[in-house]
């Protein structure tokens, strides 16, 4: 697992995937504090434009016909970590008959803060009324589908200026994208400069990149788009900078 770490609470995963092969999926959350650290976990929802760009859903504004809310269960939702201990945290695909197949998405926000009591004054004391320290929040992406979906994935509008290669990751297809982007060397594939953990979602149908090319010119190099097979996909995809 890779581990994320904000602060004092660390996260065994940055990604949850379900289908209908893979139905169960967990992941832990760390307390690395000394304090206890008051935990919530609940769904929250982003936008996207065509171009990729993220924005917050506004409180009045409906919640995504492709939301997640009501495709999974997970819990615990509340607890309490102690110090230097973990939860793990399960999800399960809620199954339908005769499901059409189809992506969701929402993000799981998990919010800890360590519990601090405080006195009349308003001071630490071991007694008295509860104050919770500024929470820093994570948001993990919640990916579902419910059948077998197709993407194909390319790369546009190839430009190599300032020993830097500029191009468009193309995404079509009826699913998202999750990998990483690399400008691998032609003779011994060797990577040059590599971004991990690039996702390209169902709103969106082309993303701008811009990768050093290292001492390599540019007839040397090609670009390669690899999908991490852990997330429901197995797409490679590779193309000469300068054909």
Do not use: W
């Amino acid at each position: 697992f890779c581990s994320l770490s904000v602060q004092s609470i660390g996260l065994s995963t940055f990604r949850i995937y379900l289908d209908q092969k893979n139905s169960d999926s967990t992941f832990t959350i760390y307390n690395r504090d000394t304090l206890p650290q008051d935990c919530k976990l609940n769904f929250i929802y982003y936008k996207f434009d065509v171009n990729g760009k993220m924005s917050p859903l506004s409180k009045d504004e409906a919640l995504p016909a492709n939301n997640a809310h009501d495709r999974v269960r997970f819990s615990p939702k509340n607890f309490i970590l102690s110090p230097a201990n973990s939860q793990t945290v399960k999800f399960t695909l809620r199954r339908r008959a005769n499901e059409i197949p189809q992506e969701y998405r929402s993000y799981v926000a998990i919010d800890c803060g360590v519990e601090i009591k405080l006195n009349a004054d308003n001071n630490v004391a071991d007694r008295g009324q509860i104050a919770l320290t500024p929470k820093l929040q994570h948001n993990v992406p919640l990916i579902v589908r419910t059948g077998r979906l197709e993407a194909e994935v390319g790369f546009g509008n190839i430009n190599t200026i300032n020993n830097k290669v500029e191009f468009d990751l193309m995404r079509s297809g009826s699913r998202s994208v999750f990998g990483n982007l690399a400008v691998v060397e032609k003779s011994t594939d060797k990577i040059i400069t590599d971004v991990k953990m690039v996702s390209v979602y169902t709103e969106t149908s082309s993303k701008p990149y811009s990768l050093g090319l290292g001492n390599f010119k540019p007839d040397q190099v090609y670009l390669r788009f690899t999908e991490d097979t852990r997330y429901g996909g197995d797409l490679v995809i590779r193309q000469d900078v300068r054909m």
